[in-house]
């Protein structure tokens, strides 16, 4: 239950989310993740919800 004039977000997004994953884009560049991708021959061979680099960060 919230707190008296507490407003629940429009959106079920996390600030943490958001500075975690710019945290590791800055990191790991996504073209050094397609790169080390594309070597290891893991690329995604079938059309998923999530592409290789985003389950690799």
Known sequence: MPRPGQ???ET???LSDRIAIGL???TFPP???D???EESGKSG???R???PRVVVY
């Open 35 to 37: 790169r080390i991708v």
């Open 45 to 47: 061979q079938r059309n």
């Open 12 to 14: 079920d997004e996390r």
């Open 49 to 51: 919800l999530l592409p």
């Open 7 to 9: 407003v629940k977000p």
């Open 24 to 26: 590791l884009t800055r």
């Open 31 to 33: 073209e050094l993740v």
